[in-house]
């Protein structure tokens, strides 16, 4: 067990080294997600098999079962970081915003520039999202919430800036941004919109759900 | 219409009626298409002839089954009364009401919809021209009475209530929520979005 004495030592520089056991797991999980984003992409959630995963990822069905319980729980993986991921970028350029819808629109545009070319695996998720179980559990994925947070942060942001009156009823208007926002995947996977398209969509229903906020 | 044409149409109702009969017993995912075939006394190969996939199927049996709530809405809506906000909030209301009548269904409809692929005869979930005709319809009369006003975007407006309207059935899929919670939830979004499109006058 000398290498494990090794790894101790190098832990004095403070980042801590996984043991060669749990590197090769995180290989072989991170495999495994490869082979499993692509076959959801282009076989659609259903179509994908664990056993065409495995095949994909040049292992046995054991091997993927030894990593994770199910196939929803491949595609919740897949799902949570990338929604954390796009996430960051959101909520990065709202930053960015000068004025409430400025902030809004480019959080929204940040969205679906990171979903751009992946529209086969948004339209697995938007059917799987309707779906009893798997449904409830991406939903209450923190970083969909985090979503609905974001705008309505946005808003508050307005109401503090005197662009928006008080009683603006942020929660409402911001679940009805989320709901916009989800909206237009549809768009973008069965109209094929493109990003200039989206965008100018977004800015008018932003326009659309703030109306009524602007007035004292 | 050929006798060829007239055939294949016949073996397509039969089809989308044992469809229907199934999906509504036995549920959507738990019926083949073999089953389908077999309670309609035709072939696995003919209801192919006619439909590419399952989902397709399903995605004609609700376009069908919203034929009885559009006879329905255009006895009713003639009828309506009250402000844009009360009219539409009725529409929708009837929408939900009808939709709830078999919710597992109608998710799965939703569901399938997602695998719909171009070129297929099938609708992917949410192109609901007639629902969107009234919604629009229905605003524009507001305009005409002088309760929208006369620069609102009624296309526009159209979409983010769809959206929301769309939207609030995962009330009925995660949350059990009946017909009633997702109406007054609606109602409330419709009269948050009216505050924008009313008059200036009027908003004051």
């Not at chain 1, 520089?13 to 043991?19: C, D, E, L």
């Not at chain 1, 768009?187 to 932003?206: E, P």
């Not at chain 2, 696995?44 to 376009?63: H, I, R």
Request: proline share 3%.
């Amino acid at each position: 067990m000398k290498h494990v004495a090794e790894v101790e030592g190098q832990a004095e520089t403070r980042v801590r080294m996984p043991t060669r056991r749990a590197l090769a797991k995180q290989q072989t999980r991170a495999k495994v997600l490869a082979a499993a984003r692509e076959l959801f992409s282009t076989q659609g959630y259903e179509g994908a098999t664990i056993r065409d995963i495995a095949a994909a990822a040049g292992m046995s069905t054991g091997a993927v079962f030894a990593n994770f319980t199910d196939k929803s729980e491949l595609f919740r993986e897949i799902m949570t970081s990338d929604l954390n991921a796009v996430q960051s970028a959101m909520s990065e350029a709202a930053a960015r915003g000068r004025t409430v819808d400025d902030a809004l629109l480019k959080a929204f545009s940040a969205g679906y520039a990171f979903y751009r070319g992946q529209m086969p695996l948004v339209r697995a998720a938007l059917g799987l999202s309707w779906s009893f179980e798997d449904g409830q559990a991406l939903r209450a994925l923190p970083a969909m919430q985090d979503t609905i947070e974001l705008f309505a942060d946005q808003l508050a942001l307005g109401v503090e800036r005197g662009e928006l009156s008080q009683e603006c009823e942020i929660k409402l208007r911001s679940q009805m941004l989320f709901d916009n926002y989800l909206a237009n995947y549809p768009q973008a996977v069965f109209g094929g919109w493109s990003l200039d398209a989206l965008q100018a969509r977004s800015r008018d229903q932003i326009r659309v759900i703030l109306a009524g906020a602007r007035r004292g | 219409m050929n006798l060829r044409q007239t055939q294949k149409e016949a073996t397509r109702r039969r089809v989308l009626d044992a469809a229907r009969q199934l999906f509504e017993t036995v549920g959507y995912e738990e019926t083949t298409v073999r089953e389908i075939a077999t309670q309609a006394g035709v072939a696995v190969g003919s209801v192919f002839t006619c439909f590419a996939s399952k989902a397709e199927v399903l995605s004609q049996v609700m376009l069908d089954r919203l034929e009885d709530l559009y006879a329905e809405l255009d006895r009713i809506t003639p009828h309506l009364r009250g402000s844009v906000v009360d009219r539409l909030s009725s529409i929708f209301a009837l929408h939900y009401a009808f939709e709830t009548r078999r919710t597992p269904l109608f998710l799965a409809h939703i569901a399938a919809a997602y695998n719909w692929r171009p070129g297929s005869d099938s609708v992917p979930y949410g192109r609901n021209p007639r629902l969107r005709g009234m919604i629009y319809d229905c605003i524009a009369d507001g305009r005409a009475r002088g309760e929208v006003a006369a620069e609102a975007d009624i296309a526009l407006i159209v979409d983010t209530l769809m959206a929301a309207y769309a939207w609030n059935y995962r009330m009925a899929a995660w949350e059990q929520a009946g017909p009633d919670q997702m109406s007054a939830e609606l109602e409330r979004q419709i009269a948050l979005i009216a505050r924008g499109f009313a008059p200036a006058a009027a908003a004051a």
